[in-house]
């Protein structure tokens, strides 16, 4: 077979998003953006400035804020770079006196998440000459390569805070976790459930002294734990409360519990927090088995879930931090933030039907047929006809687009006929009818498509009526 007739034979090959990665399509996108609106206001209004830092960063950056023995750094990053340079020459045969000059190119990873950046990025700009405490939130993608199921992504999204300087005042910990939960509130997402714990500081005579009878308790119990709780007694006997295996439950529940172990300090800030968080009226509920498995993560840890969501129900998780931006090189600073994942807020927002329930889901529910169609909320289709009508429906397009109305504009002539199939289809409100009878007129028609009715409008009139319309 000749290559050309090959060539022809083969099928051109089907492109898929990467598993683990997924398109948000418009009849999404309406609601994504209402959260990521919503944030940004809730927010706003708790005095919070939106950051925004890049998408990959040193290896070496997570490596050391998230612990490179855990399993995000050791086996779910995406990690590139290296000796980029180096290869390129030795692939071209140019190595002669070049590995003396060569510098190893830093190894950079996709961000697994966003907090390692949000402290680089306080210390690298002086943020701690700014009035304290500091206050940042951020939205985007984050990557980890983990198994892909419901509510699991390899490319995922994050909504998170943080606050950095200043004290460790209880009422800065409960005032982030008031905002969270202000924020889920003016979502309405269903079902949420705050749970809090306080994992003290890592001293001896506080959270270090729980870890040595927790594991002298485990050790008692090994045998009858499974394999993964089995080897973290060894590696971190922290996180064998975190284990979701049924037949351990019962053996877990007796183990000594870090709130009877607590410094004097820490049960004081603890009991500080609830209170914080009883006056501004946020339900909670205490978890002791909420731990985190890293050395500078102390005191107030917190878990919100939310309903529809199966196991993945955990919608953010977050605590405090006190010692991260000393260990990344910047001078002792307090610090406490959370991390929401936008794709299980969604979610669980959706299971619930929320996007086509109240009032602020107008966007969403008066759509549905636009939506459905990929077109959202088209308020007029231009349905015109002739070669002057054209000119008009360009002008006319134009003005009320400036107007704030979305308007649909076919390329080509259309029948009316057709024309006002086509703006039923896509849930238009109006069809603005322009032949050449409005246009030597200077009256336009303006069919209301719910109820079929027809009215004729100066251009003038024309907005304002659409304008008062769209006020109702
Ligand atoms: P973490 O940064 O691990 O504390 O996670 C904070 C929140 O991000 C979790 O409560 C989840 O809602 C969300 N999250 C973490 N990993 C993923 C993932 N792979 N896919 C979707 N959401 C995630």
Known sequence: MSEGAQKKQEKPRKFQAIRGTRDLLPSETVLWNHVEQTAHAVFGTFGFGEIRVPIFESTDLFARSIGAETDVVSKEMYTFGGFAEFSERVRGGRMEGMLSEMQPEEMVSLRPEATASVCRAYIEHGMQQLPQPVKLYYMGPMFRRERPQKGRYRQFYQIGAEVLGGSDAPAIDAEVIEMVM????????????????????????????????????????KDKLGPDS??????????????????????????????????????????????ELEMRGVFFRENWRLVRGLDYYMRTTFEITAQGLGSQNAV??????????????????????????????????????????????????????????????????????????????????????????????????????????????????????????????????????????????????????????KAL
């Open 182 to 221: 202000t924020f889920f509130d003016r979502l309405e997402l269903q079902g949420v459930q705050l749970d809090i714990n306080s994992i003290g500081h890592s001293a001896d005579n506080c959270r270090r002294g729980y870890v040595e009878k927790l594991k002298a308790a485990l050790d008692k119990v």
């Open 230 to 275: 089995q080897r973290r007694i060894e590696t971190n006997p922290l996180r064998v409360l975190d284990s979701k295996v049924k037949d351990e439950q019962d053996i877990i529940a007796t183990l000594p519990r870090i709130a009877d172990h607590l410094c004097e300090e820490c049960a004081a800030h603890y009991a500080a927090v609830k209170h």
């Open 316 to 469: 953010c998780g977050g605590g405090r931090y006190d010692g991260l931006v000393e260990l990344l090189g910047g001078p002792p600073t307090k610090g406490i933030g959370f991390a929401i994942g936008e794709d299980r807020l969604i979610l669980s927002l959706q299971e619930s039907g929320k996007e086509v329930a109240s009032g602020e889901w107008r966007v969403a529910s008066k759509e549905r047929k636009g939506v459905a169609s990929g077109r959202l909320g088209v308020d007029v289709y231009v349905a015109w006809m002739g070669e002057r009508a054209h000119a008009t429906a360009i002008r006319a397009a134009k003005d009320l687009r400036k107007a704030g109305f979305s308007v649909e504009l076919p390329p080509v002539e259309q029948k009316f006929g057709k024309a006002l199939g086509q703006a039923d289809k896509l849930g238009a409100k109006y069809a603005l009818i322009l032949g050449d009878n409005e246009v030597s007129e200077g009256l336009w028609t303006l069919k209301t498509l719910a109820d079929g009715s027809q009215a004729k409008f100066t251009e003038p009139d024309l907005l304002e009526h659409l304008r008062r319309q």
